[in-house]
Every structure is written in structure tokens, then in C-alpha cells.
């Protein structure tokens, strides 16, 4: 179906463990976003992507890297989790100028 | 740099009331301002979203809001509320460059009363 996927939707993990969260989007749309959601602050940019092979920091980048090798795909690692990074991760995509937003179904995720 | 201010955590209203949820934007450019709804356990969806064009902007489900910029305001209005429109409900903000990127206020619970 066409959309934009994350998986897992939920995932319990240990600290220090890497653990990677995927999105995937069949728009081909140019940008792409990940953001945590937490009670009392609202979703807050992580790292976005213009186009494949480009990203950039967003508000609270650290503890987390991206990458993206195709213009679909846009992974979120985070390379030795802590407990505050226990939160709900969202994915989303627009094409480049000014469209709509999408997000993806989220990803719940508990670092214990 | 732009912010959003959305006062209050959690508004109460009857089935059948007036639904307002505020939204106040801080931009040194002219902005584009966007109301997004989140149903329990989903992604985000976009209800409306205001860009230069006409200042009341309609939105699905009913919903409309008025981009006031004497006021820096950006208010969401529905007539009367349906229990389905219970969700939480989040204004942001963006520049109008392509690179521009969305920034979220805190949100609104809304619930709706029988």
C-alpha cells in the first residue's frame, strides 16, 4: 500500500543497546523527518533529510544518527540508548516547496 | 526563528459546543501556520493549513481557523463538537522556504463530554 511505514511500532530495548527504528515512504518525496513526542513539549525535530544523502541536525540530534542511501528510506539509529530517550518516534515526508506534511503511525519506543 | 504557543494542556467542552483551541505564532518571517490532529495511538493528521492565501482558512471534519496577524494568532474553531473530534490537536509554524521546517507547539487535548 502506498504511505509511509515506520517498524516496529513497538520496541523495548535495555540501555546501552543500539537499536534502530525504520521509516519508509512510497511518494518519493524529497524531505524527510523524525521527531520524538513527549508529554510537554510537543513534537521536536530530531533530524531531517532533503534529499537522499543529505541531512541535517534538527532540534535534539544527539544520541541519534541517520543516514539515507535512498531516496525512500530513512532510518533512525540510536547508537547506545538511554532512558530518556524513551519516547514515541514519528516519521513523516513532504515533497520540496511547501506541501503537506505526513506523518507515519509512530513507533513507541521504552529504553529500559 | 519562529515559536508556537499553544495556552493550556486540555480543554472541555459538550457534544454540541463551541470548540476554540488558541494558538499564538512568534515569526520574524511571514509565516505559514498549520493545525494538525492526533487520534489516540496514530500519526498526525493535517486538518488545516494557512498560506498566504485567504485569512479564514476550512479544514476537514468541520474545523476552520482565522490567521490574525495584528494578534499573531491562529485560532481553531469548530461550531459544535462531536464526540469524534476528542483527539489532541497541535498548531506549528514554518518559514515559506523550501528548506523551511515545521515547529510544534506543546498540543491540546480535547475532550468532548456526552
Known amino acids: 500500500d502506498a504511505g509511509i511505514t515506520q517498524s516496529p511500532r513497538y520496541k523495548i530495548t535495555e540501555t546501552g543497546r543500539q537499536v534502530t527504528l525504520m521509516c519508509h515512504q512510497t511518494w518519493s518525496h524529497s524531505y524527510m523527518f523524525w521527531y520524538r513526542q513527549d508529554l510537554g513539549h510537543g513534537l521536536r525535530l530530531i533530524y531531517y533529510?532533503?534529499?537522499?544523502?543529505?541531512?541535517d541536525k534538527g532540534e535534539v540530534p544527539d544520541g541519534y544518527v541517520v543516514s539515507r542511501s535512498k531516496t525512500e528510506n530513512f532510518p533512525l539509529t540510536l547508537e547506545s540508548a538511554t532512558r530518556s530517550q524513551t519516547s514515541v518516534y514519528f516519521c513523516?515526508?513532504?515533497?520540496?516547496?511547501?506541501?503537506?506534511?505526513?506523518f507515519g503511525p509512530g513507533t513507541r519506543l521504552t529504553v529500559l | 526563528a519562529q515559536s508556537v504557543t499553544q495556552l493550556g494542556s486540555h480543554v472541555s467542552v459538550s457534544e454540541g459546543a463551541l470548540v476554540l483551541l488558541r494558538c499564538n505564532y512568534s515569526?520574524?518571517?511571514?509565516?505559514?501556520l498549520f493545525w494538525y490532529v492526533q487520534y489516540p495511538n496514530q500519526g498526525l493528521q493535517l486538518l488545516l493549513k494557512?498560506?498566504?492565501?485567504?485569512?479564514l482558512v476550512k479544514g476537514i471534519n468541520g474545523f476552520e481557523a482565522e490567521f490574525k496577524k495584528s494578534e499573531t494568532s491562529f485560532h481553531l474553531t469548530k461550531p459544535s463538537a462531536h464526540m469524534s473530534d476528542a483527539a489532541e490537536y497541535f498548531c506549528?509554524?514554518?518559514?515559506?522556504?523550501?528548506?523551511?521546517?515545521?515547529?510544534f507547539g506543546k498540543g491540546i487535548t480535547l475532550s468532548v463530554r456526552p
Open positions: 494557512y498560506t498566504s492565501a485567504a485569512t
Open positions: 533529510s532533503a534529499a537522499a544523502d543529505i541531512t
Open positions: 515569526s520574524s518571517v511571514p509565516p505559514y
Open positions: 506549528a509554524v514554518s518559514a515559506t522556504g523550501a528548506n523551511s521546517k515545521l515547529t
Open positions: 513523516a515526508s513532504r515533497t520540496s516547496g511547501l506541501d503537506t506534511q505526513y
